[in-house]
Nanobody, 124 residues
Framework: VQLQASGGGLVQAWGSLKLSCEAP????????MAWFRQAPGKEREFVAGISLNSVSTYYADSVKGRFTISRDNAKNTVDLQMNSLKPEDAAVYYC??????????????????WGQGTQVTVSS
């Protein structure tokens, strides 16, 4: 089962991008979801998570107030709206489906399925 991430690209600093993750309905509608990112030479890090029922969202401090995660279980998608992008946001972004934990944790081990990644480049 694959998660398909899309929407990456090149954007100028302070610009916006919207990433989208699509997965089969049994996946999207039944688990917590999250976005992670990995910049060259750095470890993969948690960006944002959203609970199964969309009631709760979680963000890394570095993106709070700029990024918004949302999900549409009817469309089988989880989106990440990224505003006011900074050069340090440049990375490969991955969507992930958790393995049944109680909330969308910031640790990679909590996630069973991963998308292929989509590149976000931010020019200064």
């Amino acid at each position: 089962v694959q998660l398909q991430a899309s929407g990456g690209g090149l954007v100028q600093a302070w610009g916006s991008l919207k990433l989208s993750c699509e997965a089969p309905r049994p996946i999207i509608s039944s688990v917590h979801m999250a976005w992670f990112r990995q910049a060259p030479g750095k470890e993969r890090e948690f960006v944002a998570g959203i609970s199964l029922n969309s009631v709760s969202t979680y963000y890394a401090d570095s993106v709070k107030g700029r990024f918004t995660i949302s999900r549409d279980n009817a469309k089988n998608t989880v989106d990440l709206q990224m505003n006011s992008l900074k050069p340090e946001d440049a990375a490969v972004y991955y969507c992930a489906a958790d393995g049944g934990t109680t909330y969308p944790r910031p640790q990679q081990w909590a996630y069973e399925r991963w998308g292929q990644g989509t590149q976000v480049t931010v020019s200064s």
